[in-house]
């Protein structure tokens, strides 16, 4: 299984990464560290920067809320399941609208990530 994760500021999209496998609570604190925290100290170099997460059980995990508070991660509090007042909804929704549109659609994962790319 192979997911697609994407991070976004009020001006612009971060870099869209695919990972393989089942996204887990461990799964979740490896990508807080390897991958979040390095983008918000490059984007909020002050520190001022809040990651909003859907609290998903497995964002709410022992060893995601360590690595979060580890980070020393701001986070917004935000309703379980409320995918309506969610804004990466929106941006997923509109880049599948824009997958969609391709002719031939996506025949392999580096052909998805193109149209991903070009969206």
């Known amino acids: 299984m192979q997911n697609v994760l994407e991070v976004f500021f009020w ?3 971060g870099p ?15 990508i807080i560290n390897d991958f979040v925290v390095p983008i918000l100290h490059t984007h909020f170099p002050q520190g001022n920067g809040i990651f ?32 309506d007042i969610n804004p990466i909804e929106n941006i997923w929704a509109e880049m599948k609208m824009m997958i969609r549109r391709h002719s031939p659609p996506p025949s ?12």
């Open 52 to 83: 909003q997460k859907d609290n998903a059980a497995l964002h709410r995990s022992k060893v995601a809320t360590a690595a979060h508070e580890n980070a020393g991660i701001v986070t917004l509090n935000w309703p379980a399941q409320s995918p």
């Open 11 to 13: 001006n612009g999209l």
């Open 16 to 30: 869209i990464v695919l990972l393989n496998g089942s996204v887990t609570g461990q799964t979740h604190a490896k």
């Open 108 to 119: 392999s994962i580096s052909v998805l990530m193109e149209y991903i790319t070009d969206a």
